[in-house]
């Protein structure tokens, strides 16, 4: 899509333009009429203004995305006008530039993209009213009033504006002094918009003092705010360095400028409690929180708020990428190493790498932090595109955990058990020294699958190839692909017999079993999705955590970012080996940058952290990393083999996923791509093959996968084999630019 300047538009020849639409139909550009009514001027219609259309029998809210000539294969008449300006104040060119850099490098239709920047149902429709009162011409004249009305008189002479609820507050009187003071024409009153109010951040404020290496990359990362030009550092501290600190400075140094704008992206389960509450100790007021849970009214506030400037900080997941930022000056994209970055569905991209392309476009500063920096970002700051800022130590007194794998060939449980007795014993002095313990393990429920005795059926998805998940705390079987429940049996439905239904395996809510078995006196519990289910129940158990009454937390990941616990001291990986099994590309890498995290709770304050790996495999290059605290020879040694098989980040991989409810409509889609699938010297296409995860809610997928050269420009060369394969009914080809799912 070529891109108009704005200032190229010569406005006497515009006559109709392309609105982009949240619509799959044409990509998502549709030809429109400018109207000419005395409401607007044809220059009103300039590029990434927001215009409300017909579609067929709906209206819709889009951007004008080009001007154009009267294009005379269309008959002039047949193209609608459009119905109305929306938002007169353009939306930011960047976000058009963006927007188009994205659809193009993912293979997405704008449509889809530009969806991610205005998918808030209700986005457009007038805000909520509210009514309010002001005395009428002839208000003050009237004689003889209660005490009550004539408090709402005196109180209206200010001339001020008031709702019933504010008059209601200042004064305690009851609505119907109000609606009666209306009636008799004292009052008069309207509805007005509310409008969301965002305070400002308080730049007075200054932060703790910084050690040496925190200054040194606050520094170097506020110098290039300052200078207002794209410039993407790597900032690689370890776990509790004090990472947040350097990038909130920049944000503070980035904030100096009028309406300036600064975003930091984590990865949604990261956004925690605290991470807030030192952003309103630093800044005096709270940020704008955007992810997947907040409400439509807080959504819509937002996106106005970050449109027209008012909203200064945005932290976020990362859909946040996509807000209409009107000046942002700096991006901080936190855990950059974090898989939960790359979004899976619809328009597949990854959010650390459109952080980069965002903020080249903005012309401001990205900073990558992470402890365990991916191998991209390692590859780039090693080549120099990337400049790097390190943290080798933690901030004041608190020194890296040690971490030791425990052999479970040397020391096993007792059967049916999981935690080994060396970990056990650990356990045991922890809670006597009052310290506290958290024990991960990235299985939610109580089994991963149950099996019966007798027959050996097993319980399995209907609608996915998958096992169902017990739930014993909800008496339950889930399905954790596509969320099916069903109440847990009390036979098995194969051979009728009762009680011969086993559990194989553990999840967390064995563990805490086990745990509550053999600690009766120590105070325990389980977090997970499951029982974090609002940031108000989130809350609370971090705060019994912060506040001593609870000795041993069971969690999955979600309690192994951000956290900060100065009094636990010891982290138990109950399996250290899952992440490595049935592996992709990543899963070393991956598996590495997860525990270490994990093993980044143990130890942040003053007493030292120990950590325990529970491992059946404690020669793997990953738990020797960790142990002997040498990340670097295991990501040496990963880059080594990628660039040996030219994989990411040295070749380039695009998956092409089918899918379908007819299995044999799906292989013979997979068939025919294999047939016209691109060939030369530098590419390879492997597969079809069915996915590992052969079906998914009722879909039956195969998946492909192209592997070429860095060089090789893999869109077009997709997008050409896409376009010349002839389709089959009922398939969906979903494409994947730069996988990092393999399933
Ligand atoms: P990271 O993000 O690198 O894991 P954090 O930014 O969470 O580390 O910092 C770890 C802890 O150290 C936090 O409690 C933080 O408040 C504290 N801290 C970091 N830097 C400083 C500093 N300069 N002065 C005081 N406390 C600090
Ligand atoms: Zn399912």
Redesign the pocket.
Known sequence: MPFIDHDDLKVDAVQLVTVLLPVPLNGGLLTYKPVSDERYNQNDFSIGTLVEVPLGKRKLVGLIWETQGVNPDIGIDKIKPINRIIQAQPLADELLKFIDWVATYTLSPLGAVYKMCASVPGLFEEGQKKKIYALSDNGSEVARLTPARQSVIDLLQDQKLRSAAEIKNDLGVSDSVIKGLEKIGVLKSREIETKGVFEKPDLTLR?????DE?AIAATAIRKAVASSQFKPFLLD??????????YFEAIAEALQGEGAQALVLVPEIALTSQWLG?FKERFGVHPVVWHSDIGQGARKKAWHGIASGEARVVVGARSALFLPYSNLTFIAV?EEHDQSFKQEEGVMYHARDMAIVRAKFANCPVVL?S?TPSLETLVNADSGRFETLK?RE???A?VMPSIRALDMRVEPPESGKWLSPALVKEIKARIKSGEQIMLFLNRRGYAPLTLCRTCGHRFGCDECASWLVEHRFRRELQCHHCGYTEPMPAKCPECDNEDTLAPCGPGVERLFEEVSSEFPEARTTVMTSDTMTSPKATAYMVGQIEKGLLDIVIGTQILTK?Y?FPNLTLVGVVDADLGLRGGDLRAAERTYQQLMQVA?RAG?AEKPGTVYLQTYEPEHPVVDALTKADGESLMAMEREMRERFQMPPFGRLVALILSGPDIKAVAEMGRRLAVSAPRGDVLNVLGPAPAPLTKIRGQYRYRLLLHASKTTKVQSMVFNWVERTQKVRGVRIKIDVDPYSFL
Not at 207 to 211: A, H, T
Not at 237 to 246: D, I, L, N, S, W
């Open positions: 932060g703790p003092s910084l050690s925190q501290g370890v776990t509790g360095a004090g990472k947040t600190e350097v030192r936190d932090a402890a943290l933690r901030f004041g608190a951000g900060h980044g942040r």
